[in-house]
T-cell receptor, first 114, second 114 residues
Framework: GENVEQHPSTLSVQEGDSAVIKCTYSDSASNYFPWYKQELGKRPQLIIDIRSNVGEKKDQRIAVTLNKTAKHFSLHITETQPEDSAVYFCAASPPGGSQGNLIFGKGTKLSVKP | DGGITQSPKYLFRKEGQNVTLSCEQNLNHDAMYWYRQDPGQGLRLIYYSQIVNDFQKGDIAEGYSVSREKKESFPLTVTSAQKNPTAFYLC?????????????FGSGTRLTVV
């Protein structure tokens, strides 16, 4: 089945710097890759997603890139702010739904220092 | 509350007791999921249901049970067989399975054994 690896597990940056989180997946048939942000004690919320027919997607300070050949996708946050501090989860969606719909990485705890 | 409601927010269980966590959605989503979240462990799938009256075990189903009698509802019972139930439990729903369907999460239930 699909397996998603996420790195790093923790990331600390200065306010204004960029942050990059990388995920790799194993099932080349996976076709949907969302990213979720979870603030402390809160629910995960979708921040951006990308489908397998697209290489890059941007939304203001957030971007996601997908390399299907290498089977990895990355979240890029520019001009980080303290409110970006949270745990970020990547996920991949294998076809068929036999493992549930989304397979999640273990998460990256991002800390943005003012 | 984002269309998916979990209750209660906090729950305390005595040793040997069964407890039931509620999850209700008004999004008309076909699929529903239960995840357990422990610190540093990410999201682990307990059970999922793709259609009414059908559900599948996830990675850590032992000591848990579910039912899906209505499309809107997917309650989770934590039985006395679950030896370490203290965790944050998240319910989620999606419009379908097999790709391109993101999740909407509930706000979670924090279960503590006393």
């Amino acid at each position: 089945g699909e397996n998603v690896e996420q790195h790093p597990s923790t990331l600390s940056v200065q306010e204004g710097d960029s942050a990059v989180i990388k995920c790799t997946y194993s099932d080349s048939a996976s076709n949907y890759f969302p990213w979720y942000k979870q603030e402390l004690g809160k629910r995960p919320q979708l921040i951006i997603d990308i489908r397998s027919n697209v290489g890059e997607k941007k939304d203001q300070r957030i971007a996601v890139t997908l390399n299907k050949t290498a089977k990895h996708f990355s979240l890029h946050i520019t001009e980080t702010q303290p409110e970006d501090s949270a745990v970020y989860f990547c996920a991949a969606s294998p076809p068929g739904g036999s493992q549930g719909n989304l397979i999640f990485g273990k998460g990256t705890k991002l800390s943005v220092k003012p | 509350d984002g269309g998916i409601t979990q209750s209660p927010k906090y729950l305390f269980r005595k040793e040997g007791q069964n407890v039931t966590l509620s999850c209700e959605q008004n999004l008309n989503h076909d699929a529903m999921y239960w995840y357990r979240q422990d610190p540093g462990q990410g999201l682990r799938l307990i059970y999922y249901s793709q259609i009414v009256n059908d559900f599948q075990k996830g990675d850590i189903a032992e000591g848990y049970s579910v039912s899906r009698e209505k499309k809107e509802s997917f309650p989770l019972t934590v039985t006395s067989a679950q030896k370490n139930p203290t965790a944050f439990y998240l319910c989620a729903s999606s419009a379908g399975t097999g790709g391109s369907y993101g999740y909407t999460f509930g706000s979670g239930t924090r279960l503590t054994v006393v």
